[in-house]
């Protein structure tokens, strides 16, 4: 308890105080220390446990602007963190959009994002690629524009419009993206930047004959297929086509394997001997070469019989002779003028002998067949009536008989049509 003091003070009068002597004051905190008064330790504090810091109310402090408690968060965002934080598992809501580089997202602005990923770099399929909207779509229908669309999609060519349940949302394309379609099953559509470009792909497996290594192509080989490998090139092997007409001509090289007989019946007729088809012996050459002759003109089979038979035709109706000088028309009557030569009977009043008439127009030197009797002269005249008797004028055949003094008459042939003269070289008389 406090005592009665008397002291000099400073007018020097004695004056009465109540005070406290030194056993009486405390430095500790506690139940002891009550109404005891306080002594401050030798640095002039209180000892903390005269402090009952739980009873404190900031409400009720002052001078707290000043803020000089470093450790503690600013509402208003002035102190920076000086460490990683942790939230114990909870959030930080209501969140801010972020709008700058170092700035936070919020859960939202993530989504968006996500959303933009999703229907961009990494799309859905369409359904199809159209010029106009579809009627009666449903929600999440999505279709690729191509030009020149109209209706809805009139504008929005390239784009990808995805249906969302009221009206159609359309979605622009960034280069390196891919789309496939529904329908289209062998292809993705690539966006160059301008334009979808068709990426075709195929699996490639090794019983299909080729094979997939890394991004090539390449030929699936396998050994007795009649393909062989020469270095990195695929060629054939002659060895496994043997027994099927043709061989290994010896140098690796395919060839046809010839035989000596190329008869219908024969065991080996798949081969055949190019020696044999050059050869002019009996048996060999043009008598082994087969002749298609469906109408049935000919006895033969082989083209060596075939050319006898129509030898034997022009030697009974026709035979050749050389051109004298001047030569020849199709369809002179012609005389032998010299040994073995013809020339046109231009002067009918001399008595020559017609022999026939020329199947062909020759120069001199030239070999001109001379057609007979009961052959035909084609395309030799104009407008004919059939059975017109025809004549020889001395430059050409017509239907009136000469009949100048002097002149020899030829009867050369009757008409067989209006072009064809079926030939008959006949004398009639020297008109008087």
């Known amino acids: 308890m406090s005592k009665k003091f008397y002291y000099l003070d400073a007018s020097g009068f004695v004056t009465e105080s109540e005070a406290f002597e030194s056993v009486d004051f405390t430095n500790v905190g506690g139940i002891g220390s009550a109404n005891k008064p306080v002594l401050l330790d030798a640095t002039g504090k209180l000892d903390s446990s005269m402090i009952n810091f739980g009873a404190i109310d900031h409400g009720g402090l002052s001078g707290l602007g000043d803020d000089d408690h470093t450790i503690y968060i600013k509402a208003d965002g002035t102190r ?3 460490g990683n934080q942790s939230l114990g598992g909870f959030k930080i809501t209501s969140l801010a959009n972020g709008t700058t580089t170092n700035d936070a997202v919020n859960y939202g602005q993530l989504q968006a994002v996500v959303s933009q990923i999703a229907n961009l770099e990494f799309q859905d399929s ?3 690629r159209v010029t106009v909207n579809p009627g009666s779509p449903s929600t999440g229908d999505r279709y690729l524009v191509i030009a020149t669309a109209t209706g809805a999609f009139a504008g929005q060519e ?4 995805e249906f969302n349940g009221t009206s159609w949302d ?3 394309p960034t280069t390196g993206m891919f789309v496939s379609v529904d329908d289209e099953n062998d ?5 160059n930047g301008s334009a979808w470009v068709e990426k075709y792909f ?3 497996t090794a019983s ?9 192509i390449r030929l699936d080989y396998v050994p007795g297929g009649g393909i062989k490998l020469v270095g990195n090139q695929a060629a054939i092997e002659p060895n496994d086509f043997a027994g099927n007409g043709l061989i290994d001509d010896g ?3 395919l060839a046809i394997d010839w035989a000596t007989i190329f008869t219908i019946d024969s065991a080996d007729a798949k081969a055949l001997r190019a020696s044999d088809l050059a050869s002019t012996s009996a048996g060999l050459g043009a008598s082994i070469v087969g002749v298609q002759d469906a109408n049935g003109y000919f006895l033969a089979n082989n083209q060596e019989d075939v050319n006898d038979e129509l030898y034997m035709l022009i030697k009974e109706f026709g035979n050749k002779y050389t051109v004298g000088t001047g030569g020849v028309t199709k369809g002179d009557l012609l005389y032998i003028s010299a040994n073995n030569t013809v020339l046109p009977y231009d002067d009918i009043t001399i008595g020559n002998r017609g022999i026939g008439l020329a199947l062909t127009t020759e120069i001199a030197t030239s070999q001109v067949v001379v057609l007979a009797n009961d052959t035909i002269l084609t395309g030799v005249l104009s407008g004919a009536t059939a059975g017109t008797v025809y004549y020889w004028d001395g430059s050409t055949l017509v239907s009136t008989i000469p009949n100048t003094s002097g002149q020899y008459v030829w009867r050369v042939g009757v008409a067989k049509n209006a072009t064809d003269l079926h030939v008959e070289v006949e004398f009639v008389k020297k008109n008087a």
């Open 158 to 161: 390239n784009k990808i419009a």
């Open 251 to 253: 140098s690796d090289n």
């Open 80 to 82: 920076a963190f000086t």
């Open 170 to 172: 359309f979605i622009t």
């Open 208 to 216: 299909l004959g080729a094979v997939k290594v890394g991004m090539d």
């Open 126 to 128: 369409v359904i199809d």
């Open 202 to 204: 195929e699996a490639t």
């Open 187 to 191: 292809k993705l559509y690539y966006f």
